[in-house]
């Protein structure tokens, strides 16, 4: 069965530095989201990505995160000078919802502890 | 019911007891609901949707029940099995480009 597969599983960095999540997105989804889930918390919608350019971002979404598809089936997400609150599981969802609203499938998660 | 931070509401059951758990979503316009199921340290699963103009849905062993007057969603799970623990949050979507989650439900089985 396909899956959105993302890497790495754990990322370790110092504060004010770049971090880049990965994420491949199942072949032939064409939307794409990033979200992130603080420990304990709910999952909290970050991003959603469509035809090369983001549809849609939430007020977590600030000047230090960009998205990028560099190539025909990765999708990245950047921090650019990570804080301390930034500590979070990141997940890549895609789906593709053609012809109505379809499910989105998520991937296992990127933790990211910023130390 | 609704919760914040690390106090997340707990549903205990009997293997082979039903369960139901409960949200209530906040967008009367919303028009897609989903549940999804999310064990330790993996990402969401999909488990059962249902859209807006229905108000019953059933899968294998799940029945997802929708009623937009009070703006309420539901979880049916029939005869619970060990490997149904998990947090269980409920999802709607708004508009069609992103999932606003519900703060989740931790749902226990005990043997």
């Known amino acids: 069965e396909p899956e959105v597969t993302q890497t790495p599983s754990h990322q370790v960095t110092q504060m004010g530095q770049e971090v880049i999540l990965r994420c491949v997105p199942i072949s032939n989804h064409l939307y794409f989201y990033w979200y992130r889930q603080i420990l304990g918390q709910k999952v909290e919608f970050l991003v959603s990505?469509?035809?090369?350019?983001?549809?849609?971002k939430s007020e977590i979404f600030d000047d230090q995160f960009s998205v990028e598809r560099p190539d025909g089936s990765n999708f990245t997400l950047k921090i650019r000078s990570t804080k301390l609150e930034d500590s979070a599981m990141y997940f890549c969802?895609?789906?593709?919802?053609?012809?109505?609203?379809?499910?989105?499938?998520f991937g296992q998660g990127t933790r990211l502890t910023v130390v | 019911g609704e919760s914040v931070g690390l106090h997340l509401p707990t549903l205990s059951v009997q293997e082979g007891d039903n369960s139901i758990i409960n949200c209530a979503y906040s967008?009367?316009?919303?028009?897609?609901f989903i549940w999804y199921k999310q064990e330790s340290g993996k990402g969401p699963q999909f488990i059962i949707d249902i859209r807006s103009n229905m108000d019953k849905r059933q899968g294998q062993r799940v029945t997802v029940l929708l009623n937009k007057t009070v703006k309420h969603l539901s979880l049916q799970i029939a005869a619970t099995q060990p490997g149904d623990s998990a947090v269980y949050f409920c999802?709607?979507?708004?508009?069609?480009?992103?999932?606003?989650f519900g703060a989740g439900t931790i749902l226990r089985v005990k043997s």
């Open positions: 967008n009367s316009a919303s028009d897609y």
């Open positions: 990505f469509y035809n090369n350019e983001i549809s849609e």
């Open positions: 999802a709607e979507n708004i508009g069609g480009n992103k999932l606003v």
């Open positions: 969802a895609s789906n593709k919802r053609t012809g109505g609203n379809t499910e989105a499938f």
